[in-house]
């Protein structure tokens, strides 16, 4: 049985992920802030969400969440088809916003995962240079919440990021960060970051060992093309190493690192988003602000209390792998 922190980490990196999304989406697309800019769930933005309210990213997340709680093995059709179904009842719902890769891969499929792979294939057979955005890797973090080996989350992460993005380097991307998630669950630290590129292919170790290395010393602000899976990782990853953790309240540091991605500008709701599963897989659910869960909520009418609900261990996780304590 889990104990009472590993359960406060579960339910974090699901509701630090949609915090992150909703405190990010009143600033998209906006510049970079001062450092004492104020941050907070204000809602509008280019596309006139509610104050707490998560977009796409969460949303899409959502479906995997359930996906995962439900049981079932990741690289099963059965998993993947649940999860593509959501998908088409969200994108169904009219949402404010749709990633432009999303929706020309939703629109070319024929609402079966299988489908839905082939069209995303040829998209980036035909966009070999823009077949790399963030779409997958913002909601991949709730496969880290899975009973899998642990080579198992960078599969997971691949199967489900390339339904929609199948350059491979988004799913090398979702593969160290769904491993990250997953260890920072177990662990409670942030090493899986780097202890993920073990398990990339040898070839490719040295360049993510060197990506990790520009995030940790350049500025956030460096990274200002954060639609492009890459650069969303390293600015995620800026944000979390970048800001100090406070002596007296170390969990604080969850709340001040998703400011730091928002600052960044830009993409702001995605790199928060991809920062928070990581942070709040971390810390925990416990270290986000009341005020802020109080107010999260998003398709398909779920709360945060809902994303805890989700973050429950996976019922048929035995037949999967080793369980996570």
């Not at 040829?122 to 909601?139: Q, T």
Request: proline fraction near 6%.
């Amino acid at each position: 049985m889990e104990d009472t922190d590993t359960a406060d980490r579960r339910s974090g990196a699901l509701l630090a992920a949609a915090c992150g999304d909703a405190l990010g989406a009143g600033y998209e697309f906006s510049k970079p802030m001062a450092d004492d800019a104020p941050v907070d769930m204000v809602g509008g933005g280019p596309f006139g969400f509610a104050p707490g309210e998560w977009t796409d990213d969460t949303a899409m997340a959502v479906a995997v969440a359930e996906a995962v709680a439900s049981g079932g093995d990741p690289s099963s059709d059965d998993f993947q088809d649940r999860i593509v179904e959501r998908w088409y009842d969200w994108a169904d719902s009219n949402p404010p916003d749709i990633g432009n890769q999303t929706r020309a891969v939703l629109g070319r499929g024929d609402r079966t995962a299988e489908g839905l792979r082939d069209a995303a294939y040829s998209h980036f057979v035909h966009h070999p240079d823009g077949s790399a955005g963030n779409g997958a890797l913002m909601r991949t973090a709730p496969l880290g919440l899975a009973r899998l080996t642990e080579r198992g989350f960078f599969e997971a992460a691949a199967l489900v990021g390339e339904l929609t993005h199948a350059d491979p380097v988004s799913s090398e991307a979702c593969g160290i960060w769904t491993y990250a998630v997953h260890h920072a669950v177990v662990h409670g630290t942030f090493d899986g970051v780097r202890a993920a590129l073990d398990y990339l292919p040898e070839d490719r170790v040295d360049h993510w060992a060197g990506l990790l290395d520009e995030a940790e010393t350049q500025p956030i602000t460096a990274f200002e093309h954060n639609g492009w899976v890459v650069h969303a990782l390293q600015a995620a990853w800026a944000a979390i190493v970048q800001t100090p953790v406070p002596d007296d309240d170390p969990p604080a540091h969850l709340r001040l690192a998703l400011e730091r991605a928002v600052r960044a500008g830009g993409d702001t709701d995605t790199v928060a988003c991809i920062a928070g599963g990581l942070l709040g897989a971390r810390w925990g659910a416990s270290a986000l602000p009341t005020a802020w869960t109080s107010k999260v909520h998003g398709w398909p009418g779920y709360n945060a209390a809902d994303l805890v609900r989700l973050s429950r261990p996976d019922p048929l996780s035995r037949v999967l792998g080793e369980p996570l304590s």
